[in-house]
């Protein structure tokens, strides 16, 4: 190893390469503890990132890619016989291009300095989290993020025109297409998005821009049976035109923890009781216009029974409040521990798997805590489960049996989050034994000694 990190001093500068206490005094991922790995480097541009890489594909060095470090499935952990490549002074933005509504960016820049600097140019750039300071757009192409307006503008896979990586051995694949049609072929970009890592080195994107959106209508509604919720769903879809741009549902056992009274809870401005509360928002360019539509047609949908109670935001501030509820995870912490979990199942049949899954959980832990709340409108649930304890063995079952479940309904054990180290033994639930093939086929044509994050996503064999 020392003789590596003498090869990346020379090639990086003392600056970028970090050892001993200026690597333990890091985070190894959001939440996690100190980063243990040999190394962390830190190139400036494509051509010291390409130079790493051959170096490690010639020494059978493992690297780990490290974007915010806000994932949170283990993926950009890197161990102490393997080396972080840091992406974080590569962080410029490199051109907007108003014509062809496009930002050329490196990997590295934070989500929110792209949202800013999309914003300052007239447009927007609408993928959004709550990690949005420090995910960066590496990572978030690493992982195709989703965020809280896929249901209008889709994952991150529908965000990117084009990409730059580089691969195991070094080689620099450009494919920094500023085109939306482009059948030239294989797509070359969607190879590496959602790769967590695993495939190459995203090292610059090109990233589509949409219209600045101005005006926002928000409202927290509360309906009595699921089969209104799909109702609501497809009802304002239609009737905004395009325009719905959040629809977020929260089960009642989620909107009690996150309105509770124990000093960690919002104030609900409403109910408490309600079976399901939704969280609905459209966005445009007209706010007096769009404001009357948006109230006529929660008239027309409270007429229609199709919700029981609604409170609209009248100010940012009232807005914000709306959405401190939805965001509220930090309530779970009275239930601590808690496996956090983020699935997606067709909406159809959402409601006959929770009720097998509910009813396993229960079966083994009767008196099991457990919180229900999503991106509804994308078929991406986030299950929060406590059942008293936190082992690998209990962790295992309410896995085997939250993942188990989701199979016969063809569900996904991740709808955003990726695989990474926590779920890689579960792929099975929601990946045939051909696809699963298919992509160590693809794992080891693109890295052949694999030195890409090993064993993250695809189990060792
Ligand atoms: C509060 C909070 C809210 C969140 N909300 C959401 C949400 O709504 N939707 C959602 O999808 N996710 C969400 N996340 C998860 C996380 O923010 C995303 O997965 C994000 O895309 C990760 O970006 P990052 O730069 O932090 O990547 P990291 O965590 O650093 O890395 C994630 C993975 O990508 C790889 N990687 C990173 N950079 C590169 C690169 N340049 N090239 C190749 N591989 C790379 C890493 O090796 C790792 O496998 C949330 C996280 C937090 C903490």
């Known amino acids: 190893m020392d003789t590596l990190i003498r090869q990346f001093q020379a090639l990086l500068g003392d600056n970028g390469v970090l050892t001993g206490a200026d690597v333990s005094s890091r985070e190894a991922a959001w939440g996690a503890g100190p980063c243990e790995a040999a190394a962390i480097l830190r190139p400036r541009n494509t051509a010291e990132v390409a130079e790493i890489l051959k170096i490690c594909h010639g020494a059978g060095q493992p690297v780990v890619a490290q974007g915010g470090k806000t994932g949170l499935v283990q993926g950009c952990i890197a161990s102490a016989q393997e080396i972080a490549l840091s992406l974080e002074r590569m962080n410029k933005i490199e051109d907007i291009d108003p014509a062809s509504r496009t930002m050329t960016v490196e990997a590295g820049v934070p989500l929110q300095a792209v949202q800013e600097a999309a914003e300052a140019a007239g447009f927007s750039?609408?993928?959004?989290?709550?990690?949005?300071?420090?995910?960066?757009?590496?990572?978030?192409?690493?992982?195709?993020?989703?965020?809280?307006?896929?249901?209008?503008?889709?994952?991150?896979?529908?965000?990117?025109?084009?990409?730059?990586?580089?691969?195991?051995d070094g080689t620099v694949i450009?494919?920094?297409?500023?085109?939306?049609?482009?059948?030239?072929?294989?797509?070359?970009?969607?190879?590496?998005?959602?790769?967590?890592?695993?495939?190459?080195?995203?090292?610059?994107?090109?990233?589509?821009?949409?219209?600045?959106?101005?005006?926002?209508?928000?409202?927290?509604?509360?309906?009595?049976?699921?089969?209104?919720l799909t109702q609501l769903l497809n009802f304002m879809d239609r009737e905004l035109g395009g325009q719905l741009s959040a629809f977020e549902v929260m089960w009642n056992s989620f909107y009690q923890l996150a309105t509770n009274d124990l000093g960690t809870g919002k104030h609900s401005p409403m109910d408490r009781n309600y079976p399901y509360y939704i969280l609905m928002e459209s966005m445009g360019t007209d706010q007096e216009k769009e404001a009357e539509r948006f109230e006529n047609l929660l008239e027309q949908v409270f007429e229609q029974e199709m919700i029981v109670d609604a409170v609209i935001a009248k100010s940012h501030k009232e807005r914000d409040e709306l959405w401190q509820i939805?965001?509220?995870?930090?309530?779970?912490?009275?239930?601590?521990?808690?496996?956090?979990?983020?699935?997606?199942?067709?909406?159809?049949?959402?409601?006959?798997?929770?009720?097998?899954?509910?009813?396993?959980?229960?079966?083994?832990?009767?008196?099991?805590?457990?919180?229900?709340?999503?991106?509804?409108?994308?078929?991406?649930?986030?299950?929060?489960?406590?059942?008293?304890?936190?082992?690998?063995?209990?962790?295992?079952?309410?896995?085997?049996?939250?993942?188990?479940?989701?199979?016969p309904l063809h569900g996904s054990l991740s709808a955003e989050h990726g695989i990474?180290?926590?779920?890689?033994?579960?792929?099975?639930?929601?990946?045939?034994?051909q696809e699963i093939a298919l992509m160590r086929t693809i794992k080891a044509a693109l890295d052949p000694t694999n030195i890409l994050n090993p064993g993250k996503v695809l189990a060792p064999e």
């Open 174 to 228: 450009n494919s920094l297409s500023k085109v939306i049609k482009n059948n030239a072929a294989y797509d070359i970009k969607h190879l590496f998005i959602g790769s967590e890592g695993t495939l190459g080195i995203v090292t610059r994107a090109v990233l589509k821009l949409s219209p600045l959106l101005t005006s926002q209508n928000t409202v927290l509604a509360a309906t009595d049976s699921f089969d209104k």
């Open 125 to 168: 750039f609408p993928m959004d989290l709550g990690a949005r300071g420090s995910a960066t757009i590496g990572g978030n192409i690493a992982t195709n993020a989703g965020g809280n307006r896929v249901i209008r503008h889709g994952m991150t896979r529908n965000l990117v025109l084009g990409i730059e990586a580089v691969t195991a």
């Open 326 to 407: 939805r965001d509220n995870i930090e309530s779970v912490v009275h239930w601590w521990p808690v496996f956090v979990f983020d699935i997606s199942l067709p909406i159809s049949n959402m409601n006959a798997y929770l009720l097998a899954m509910e009813s396993g959980v229960r079966a083994k832990w009767p008196g099991a805590n457990i919180a229900i709340f999503g991106h509804l409108g994308d078929g991406n649930l986030h299950l929060l489960i406590g059942v008293g304890e936190d082992t690998p063995e209990l962790r295992h079952q309410v896995n085997e049996i939250v993942y188990g479940e989701l199979a």
């Open 420 to 433: 990474g180290l926590e779920k890689r033994n579960y792929l099975q639930y929601s990946r045939s034994p």
